[in-house]
């Protein structure tokens, strides 16, 4: 257990070095900031507008990271040579690949977690349809620049990787600055219980997908893997449609059953419409929400290390 921990820690803190993780991150702060500016263009739909943008943006940059640090992590250290040199001591071939899962998930979740308070910053700038509220606008992107700032302090007096220390000052500043707006800011029209429930559905979907990508990661290099963790992502948009039907053929229907169980419905963890109409989420539902990801990530997790166990990983290093 305690290699797993070190590999999954060694993991997160890899991604977290990835220039493209900082680089995303701050792009998807940054336009999700900006989104309570295109509210003048619509009428009583502000909050709609921000909500669906927001989410829409961490989870597609959230799935875009997991892939990339999927592949940076794993698929990279089989062609250089790394997994083998690390294999070659007392670690077992399961709980690399386990930790590996864990790290990686750790630090979509993390990406994701910060686009969800992002979208709550965002919410308190848009609540009045005819001010656009300056004052938490250039506060938010201040914070973002004091990220940069403490990265480069640190990358200059310690030497220490700018895009990992710039994150983890954003992962400090970005959910301070949200909290200090829902306790100063008027509250919004929308509910903001059900608006926390919808995003935290939204880092649901990213553990399910960041599973996915380690998966594909221990078979494929960075492009197979982004493509086919795209196809994923969108037959999962159509699943209820493709393999939720009745058929004459029982091998038919036994097939679209096959499928619908395999590839996750991301359906159910989009409820941005049921928040801009102010629909109550029931506990209950992120419960059973759980309660499918966790069996999910198992059943991906098992899959991987099974593939992983007869990879031949001395050829990947040639």
Same mark, same amino acid.
């Given at each position: 257990?305690?290699?797993?921990?070190?590999?999954?820690?060694?993991?997160?803190?890899?991604?977290?070095?990835?220039?493209?993780?900082?680089?995303?991150?701050?792009?998807?702060?940054?336009?999700?900031?900006?989104?309570?500016?295109?509210?003048?263009?619509?009428?009583?739909?502000?909050?709609?507008?921000?909500?669906?943008?927001?989410?829409?943006?961490?989870?597609?940059?959230?799935?875009?990271?997991?892939?990339?640090?999927?592949?940076?992590?794993?698929?990279?250290?089989?062609?250089?040579?790394?997994?083998?040199?690390?294999?070659?001591?007392?670690?077992?071939?399961?709980?690399?690949?386990?930790?590996?899962?864990?790290?990686?998930?750790?630090?979509?979740?993390?990406?994701?977690?910060?686009?969800?308070?992002?979208?709550?910053?965002?919410?308190?700038?848009?609540?009045?349809?005819?001010?656009?509220?300056?004052?938490?606008?250039?506060?938010?992107?201040? *914070?973002? !620049?004091?990220?940069? /700032?403490? =990265?480069?302090?640190?990358?200059?007096?310690?030497?220490?990787? @700018?895009?990992?220390? +710039?994150?983890?000052?954003?992962?400090?500043l970005v959910p301070a600055f949200a909290v200090v707006c829902i306790a100063t800011q008027p509250h919004p029209a929308l509910g903001m219980r059900d608006l926390v429930k919808a995003l935290l559905l939204i880092n649901f979907a990213v553990l399910a997908m960041s599973t996915v990508a380690v998966v594909a990661a221990t078979r494929f290099d960075?492009?197979?893997?982004?493509?086919?963790?795209?196809?994923?992502?969108?037959?999962?948009?159509?699943?209820?449609?493709?393999?939720?039907?009745?058929?004459? *053929?029982? !091998?038919?229907?036994? /097939?679209? =059953?096959?499928?619908?169980?395999?590839?996750?419905?991301?359906? @159910?963890?989009?409820? +941005?419409?049921?928040?801009?109409?102010?629909?109550?989420?029931?506990?209950?539902?992120?419960?059973?929400?759980?309660?499918?990801?966790?069996?999910?990530?198992?059943?991906?997790?098992?899959?991987?290390?099974?593939?992983?166990?007869?990879?031949?990983?001395?050829?990947?290093?040639?």
């Amino acid at each position: 257990m305690f290699n797993l921990f070190k590999i999954a820690v060694n993991a997160f803190r890899e991604s977290l070095r990835e220039p493209v993780y900082f680089l995303m991150l701050l792009s998807a702060l940054v336009l999700i900031g900006h989104y309570p500016s295109a509210a003048i263009f619509v009428f009583s739909e502000q909050m709609k507008l921000v909500v669906d943008s927001s989410m829409a943006t961490g989870l597609i940059f959230s799935l875009v990271v997991a892939v990339l640090c999927a592949s940076y992590t794993i698929a990279r250290e089989m062609r250089n040579g790394t997994v083998l040199l690390l294999l070659s001591k007392p670690v077992q071939r399961w709980s690399f690949i386990a930790g590996k899962i864990a790290g990686i998930v750790t630090a979509a979740s993390l990406f994701a977690a910060l686009c969800n308070c992002a979208c709550i910053v965002a919410v308190y700038i848009a609540t009045d349809q005819f001010r656009f509220d300056m004052t938490l606008y250039f506060s938010f992107l201040g *914070s973002l !620049a004091a990220a940069c /700032v403490i =990265g480069m302090v640190a990358n200059f007096w310690r030497g220490a990787s @700018f895009p990992e220390i +710039a994150s983890l000052a954003a992962a400090v500043l970005v959910p301070a600055f949200a909290v200090v707006c829902i306790a100063t800011q008027p509250h919004p029209a929308l509910g903001m219980r059900d608006l926390v429930k919808a995003l935290l559905l939204i880092n649901f979907a990213v553990l399910a997908m960041s599973t996915v990508a380690v998966v594909a990661a221990t078979r494929f290099d960075v492009v197979p893997n982004l493509c086919f963790c795209t196809l994923m992502f969108f037959l999962g948009l159509v699943s209820s449609y493709l393999f939720q039907r009745e058929t004459d *053929s029982a !091998a038919l229907n036994a /097939v679209f =059953g096959f499928f619908y169980a395999v590839i996750p419905n991301w359906q @159910f963890f989009w409820l +941005a419409d049921a928040v801009a109409v102010n629909r109550h989420i029931p506990a209950g539902y992120i419960v059973d929400a759980a309660f499918y990801v966790l069996f999910y990530i198992v059943i991906a997790a098992m899959w991987a290390v099974a593939i992983f166990q007869n990879r031949e990983v001395a050829g990947s290093s040639r």
